[in-house]
C-alpha cells in the first residue's frame, strides 16, 4: 500500500496544498487501491477512473495558482443515495440501474467546489433500508478488518472504503443509524448532524423526516473539515 494512503484527509489536504505531492499522483494511488482490494470488500459499485483523473489535474492546476479550495485534490467516495449529475445513480436497488442524474445533490456540488475529486459511488443497502449491507444489488459489503464479519449500513461502503484506505472521506446517510453503525463497526468516524443542518436535496430518500446527510472519515477532525464544506441552508 502507498504510504500517501495511510495518511488521514487533514494531512493529504496540506501535503497538496504545499504541493508536496500532486492530486493526480494522490487519486491514482487510491484508483489502484480499490484495484486491488474492491474485489474483497465490495465498498465500491461504480468506480470513475477518468473523470477522477480529470478532477485531479483541475485541482493542481488550481493549487499551482493558489486559487484552490479546502479539499483542493482529495479524492472522496459517494454513497450511491446522492444524485451525481452524468454519473450513474442507482440507490443499489435494480430499480433505479441506468438512472444518470440531471443535476448534482447538493451535499456533492459542495465538495466539488472546494475542488474535491470523485473516485465513484459507495455501496449500501437498498434505498438505505438496513443496517449490514447485505441488501444491496450489488451483493454485501465486507468489511476490512474481518472479511467474514458485516460493515454495518446502510453507508456500509463508505465505512469500508475508508478502513481499507481507498478514500480519505466519503458522504453517508442516516435515517436510523445508517452513518453512525457503520462507522462504529468499521472503526472510523461518522456524524449524523442535527436535522436540517446539511441539505437532503439530491438524496434519494428513505423517510425525509428523519433522512440525514453526514459525513465519514477517519478523524474527527477529518469529519469536521468535511462538515465545514458542506454544512448550511440550502434554498433548495
Known amino acids: 500500500m502507498s504510504n500517501l494512503l495511510a495518511l488521514n484527509l487533514t494531512e493529504i489536504a496540506a501535503k497538496l496544498k504545499k504541493r508536496e ?3 493526480v499522483e494522490v487519486t491514482q494511488a487510491c484508483l489502484d487501491r480499490i484495484t486491488q482490494r474492491n474485489g474483497t470488500i465490495n465498498a465500491f459499485v461504480k468506480v470513475t477512473a477518468d473523470h477522477a483523473l480529470a478532477q485531479a489535474q483541475a485541482a493542481d492546476a488550481k493549487l499551482a495558482k493558489g486559487e484552490a479550495g479546502l479539499l483542493a485534490g482529495v479524492p472522496l467516495g459517494v454513497k450511491d443515495l446522492y444524485c451525481t449529475k452524468g454519473i450513474e445513480t442507482t440507490a443499489c436497488s435494480d430499480i433505479l440501474r441506468g438512472f444518470v442524474p440531471p443535476y448534482e445533490a447538493t451535499v456533492t456540488q459542495k465538495l466539488w467546489q472546494a475542488d474535491a475529486v470523485c473516485l465513484g459511488k459507495l455501496n449500501m443497502d437498498q434505498f438505505a433500508m438496513g443496517a449490514s449491507n447485505e441488501t444491496s444489488c450489488f451483493g454485501p459489503v465486507r468489511n476490512p478488518w474481518d472479511a467474514a464479519r458485516t460493515s454495518g449500513g446502510s453507508s456500509g461502503g463508505s465505512a469500508a472504503a475508508l478502513a481499507d484506505y481507498q478514500c480519505y472521506g466519503a458522504t453517508g446517510s442516516d435515517t436510523g443509524g445508517s452513518t453512525r453503525l457503520p462507522a462504529s463497526y468499521c472503526g472510523v468516524v461518522g456524524v449524523r448532524p442535527t436535522y436540517g443542518r446539511c441539505s437532503r436535496y439530491g438524496m434519494i430518500a428513505f423517510a425525509s423526516s428523519l433522512d440525514q446527510a ?8 477529518d469529519a469536521a473539515l468535511m462538515h465545514q464544506i458542506v454544512d448550511g441552508y440550502d434554498p433548495k
Open 21 to 23: 505531492v500532486s492530486s
Open 214 to 221: 453526514g459525513m465519514l472519515a477517519r478523524t474527527v477532525e
